[in-house]
């Protein structure tokens, strides 16, 4: 991991630093800026394998920084908050980050989440020329809703392949219930958080008894599900 590049988007210039002085321990070079105002355009022609990125940030805010990375770039984003409630922790993933960490941290876990998700990155998914979106042994194929393990198909109902398309796009990446219903639903109908913790109960048991793990489907209290 020797010379890849990290950004830090930190107003609190002892955070900051901390986080460079830790990080240049794994070899990570870092690009520091103190306020939000040209973080996306640094991103944009900086290319770094990792963004830290705090919530709240003079001259633009962490959440829109993200989501205007999002539009171009899919480079992993940890956001640092000191705004512990639920709504801002769920915002943050909605927005498209990757993990976050609550204010005070510990720098060796800030590295450690790191390497956790550069490691996922390098077992993305990978999209065939097919369109065909594979990860851990499953195979989706979205033009003909078919889903395979090894040399089985699995039989989903639409909402099920959705809803395992939206996780196995990001895996890792937390998706929201609502988000999940987003992805899953065309006709724009609401349902309940029941109706997709029963779906997803229901793609487990299905996924499970194909690949022996009923942990692929990962809950995450209080957020909604992961895949990995």
């Given at each position: 991991?020797?010379?890849?590049?990290?950004?830090?988007?930190?107003?609190?210039?002892?955070i900051a630093q901390?986080?460079?002085?830790?990080?240049?321990?794994?070899?990570?070079?870092?690009?520091?800026?103190?306020?939000?105002?040209?973080?996306?355009?640094?991103?944009?022609?900086?290319?770094?394998?990792?963004?830290?990125?705090?919530?709240m940030l003079p001259?633009?805010?962490?959440?829109?920084?993200?989501?205007?990375?999002?539009?171009?770039?899919?480079?992993?984003?940890?956001?640092?908050?000191?705004?512990?409630?639920?709504?801002?922790?769920?915002?943050?993933?909605?927005?498209?980050?990757?993990?976050?960490?609550?204010?005070?941290?510990?720098?060796?876990?800030?590295?450690?989440?790191?390497?956790?998700?550069?490691?996922?990155?390098?077992?993305?998914?990978?999209?065939?020329?097919?369109?065909?979106?594979?990860?851990?042994?499953?195979?989706?194929?979205?033009?003909?809703?078919?889903?395979?393990?090894?040399?089985?198909?699995?039989?989903?109902?639409?909402?099920?392949?959705?809803?395992?398309?939206?996780?196995?796009?990001?895996?890792?990446?937390?998706?929201?219930?609502?988000?999940?219903?987003?992805?899953?639903?065309?006709?724009?109908?609401?349902?309940?958080?029941?109706?997709?913790?029963?779906?997803?109960?229901?793609?487990?048991?299905?996924?499970?008894?194909a690949v022996d793990?009923?942990?692929?489907?990962?809950?995450?209290?209080?957020?909604?599900?992961?895949?990995?």
């Open positions: 991991m020797n010379n890849q590049k990290i950004i830090i988007v930190e107003d609190e210039e002892k901390i986080l460079v002085d830790y990080l240049a321990r794994d070899g990570f070079k870092t690009i520091v800026l103190n306020d939000g105002t040209n973080a996306v355009e640094t991103i944009k022609v900086s290319d770094p394998v990792f963004v830290i990125l705090d919530l001259g633009k805010d962490g959440l829109s920084i993200c989501t205007e990375v999002r539009r171009f770039s899919t480079v992993p984003i940890l956001m640092l908050t000191a705004r512990v409630d639920e709504i801002d922790r769920l915002l943050g993933l909605e927005m498209g980050a990757d993990d976050y960490v609550c204010k005070p941290f510990l720098p060796r876990e800030v590295v450690a989440r790191i390497r956790t998700i550069l490691r996922r990155v390098q077992q993305h998914p990978t999209v065939t020329t097919d369109e065909k979106i594979e990860y851990r042994g499953i195979v989706l194929s979205p033009e003909r809703f078919l889903c395979r393990i090894g040399e089985e198909e699995i039989d989903l109902t639409p909402v099920e392949f959705r809803m395992l398309q939206a996780l196995m796009s990001h895996p890792g990446r937390v998706r929201s219930r609502g988000s999940l219903m987003k992805s899953s639903y065309q006709d724009d109908r609401i349902v309940s958080d029941r109706t997709i913790d029963s779906h997803i109960k229901n793609l487990r048991k299905k996924l499970s008894e793990d009923d942990e692929i489907i990962h809950s995450i209290y209080g957020v909604g599900y992961k895949i990995e």
